[in-house]
Every structure is written in C-alpha cells, then in structure tokens.
C-alpha cells in the first residue's frame, strides 16, 4: 500500500464510541459533553458490545433527537479491541477524520477543535487528559504527560490513548481490518498509533482536552498499555497464561511472555509491513518482524532506552519475551 494521501477536511468527521454496559450517569455526561463540541460537524457512531437497547435508550435520554448520534449494536460480545474495529467499519472511505471515544470520559468544548486542524501535518494527533476520580473527582494527575516518540520506541511502549486522539480517516485503508493476536496483548490504540508512525507520523499537543475517569469499571485505567505498571504486568500474564489452556507450565509461562510483548510487535510490525510501503514499515518490520535477525534491531531498542524514550524494563521484557518462547522451540508467530 501506498502512503495515506493529504489530510483534506472536505466532510463531517466522525466519532466511534465504543460501549458495554455503560454507567448511566458517566455515559451520559461524556454523550453531552461530544454533543457540546465547538467543531460540531461530525457523526457520532455509538457502538453496543450487547444490550443494545439499554444502550440506545441512554442516548436517546442524553442527546434528545440530534441526527448527529446512531446507535449500532451487536449482542454477540466482542471486547473492547473487536468492538472498536466494528464501529471503525462503519466509517465511510472519505470520512477526512476519525475520533475514538471511551463511554466514561468527559471532553472539554474545544476538544476536537484543538486537536483536528493539525492532522494537516501528521496522521494521528494526542492530546493530554487530566485523570480524575468517579465518584469523588479526586484529581489524580493534572496530564497524562503523552509525548512522540521514535517509531522503535512506540513500538515497545505505547504512548497513545486513543480516548485522547483524532487521525486522519484515509488511515482506515491499513488499519482494517484489526491484526490478530492471542490472549489479551492486541491493543486498538496501539495498532493505530503504529499505522500511523508509518505513514505521516504522529504528534502530542501539550493540551488536556478531556477528563480520563478512573473507577471501578474501567478495562485498563490509565497504567494501559503504554505504562502498564508490575501489578498490569502481572495480571496480563495470568490471563496469557490461561489462553495456553493445558500446556505444560514452562511453555506456557514462555508463550505467555512472548505474545503480550515481543509477540503482539511482531503481529503489528507484519502486518503493517504487508498493507503499507514506506521506509517506517520496512524498517519496523526488519526490527520487530518475524524474520528479524542481527544486531540493529538491539542497537535501536538500547539507543530509545538511553533517549529516555522507553524504560528499560520494558526493553528487557521485550527482549526476554522473544528469548524465552525461541528458548522452549516456539515458533516466531502470534497470530
């Protein structure tokens, strides 16, 4: 594939929600707070993992009769990775923006009027978020701190939350359909982030535009992929661990280790490198793909730790990932 052409905002945008079982109170104020946006020329596609009626009688009760909002459901539950990448599905090919939505957020007015004019410039587009409590509204931290990062260091550790980003329709044309992994590593953010480092990059305006809530509920929370601390760490394994169903211990506890790191990279680094033809692709799939051989792909890897750009930790974890499942004769796949 070719790369993304120009952004061109000849149309309204459009704003993918994805929702389950959504708090009434929480999903409400985050449906007035996309109704409320200052660029207002947008559609709204809501998307129900389930209960789809409950979840259109919420928006109806919120947004009133605003053609702007549709409902979609499936009662087939999907997760939160799937579930994305149906309602991405429903974007028209000319759509000249995309905006994700999480259903417990609340955005600021200027949202996307901040963030949507400098997609002219590169194909994703971050802001910051302030992380407040529910209930409470207990300022946990006045950013997120999201920063661009290096393609080899985006690739270790995601800095995009894609609650807290617009990019560029046309990217759609590489990014589905979603690439697939096992167990719980595949990440919508992540994958959509890698697309676009590919294409015309990525930029973070030092900007909160929007509250990211944290409470009981939540699927991630803010340790999500992009800082998963030991406790995330841990329980991601556990649940890799049990994809592997009745593997011996040692193969599964490698497997487990390689596919919610150096194997999920490799998925997205193949994949990329099969829809998309620039120098960025190419080279991620020389470094993370599963013919990846030599020593540039460490030479990368240590020069982004000492950037600062990604933690050491997570390049050993990496690195100890693709060892480990080469270690016990697995094979150099995920998917």
Not at 81 to 98: K, M, S, T
Not at 267 to 274: G, P
Not at 321 to 326: D, I, L, V
Request: hydrophobic share 45%.
């Amino acid at each position: 594939m070719t790369p993304v052409p120009p952004f061109s905002p000849a149309a309204p945008g459009y704003v993918v929600l994805a929702a389950y079982r959504p708090p009434v109170e929480l999903f409400t104020r985050q449906l007035r707070s996309i109704q409320a946006q200052t660029l207002d020329a947008f559609r709204c596609v809501v998307v129900a993992d389930g209960g789809v009626e409950e979840v259109r009688s919420v928006v109806t009760r919120a947004v009133g009769d605003d053609e702007r909002f549709r409902v979609i459901g499936f009662e087939e539950r999907v997760g939160f990775y799937r579930n994305f990448e149906r309602g991405l599905a429903q974007v028209p090919p000319d759509a000249p923006w995309v905006a994700l939505s999480d259903q417990d957020d609340m955005w600021r007015p200027e949202k996307l009027a901040t963030l949507v004019p400098s997609l002219a410039d590169a194909s994703l587009v971050s802001g910051q978020a302030r992380v407040v409590t529910y209930p409470g509204d207990v300022v946990v931290s006045a950013s997120t701190h999201r920063r661009a990062v290096s393609p080899t260091a985006l690739m270790l550790q995601n800095q995009f939350s894609g609650a807290l980003c617009v990019f560029r329709g046309s990217l759609l044309r590489a990014a589905l359909p979603f690439p697939s992994s096992t167990g719980p590593a595949q990440v919508h953010d992540h994958w959509l982030a890698v697309c676009a480092v590919a294409a015309d990059g990525t930029r973070v305006i030092d900007r909160v535009v929007q509250d990211y809530v944290q409470h009981g509920s939540n699927v991630l929370g803010e340790a999500d992929a992009a800082r998963l601390g030991w406790r995330e760490t841990l329980r991601r394994r556990r649940e890799a661990v049990r994809a592997e169903g009745n593997a011996p211990i040692l193969r599964a506890l490698a497997r487990s280790v390689y596919v919610v790191n150096a194997g999920w990279a490799e998925v997205m680094a193949d994949t990329l490198r099969s829809r998309m033809d620039t120098a960025v692709a190419r080279d991620l799939a020389e470094d993370f793909g599963g013919r990846r051989r030599g020593v540039r792909p460490l030479r990368r890897i240590f020069g982004a730790v000492r950037r600062g750009e990604v933690s050491l930790r997570n390049a050993l974890v990496y690195l100890v990932g693709g060892a480990s499942w080469t270690w016990v004769g697995g094979r150099r796949s995920a998917s």
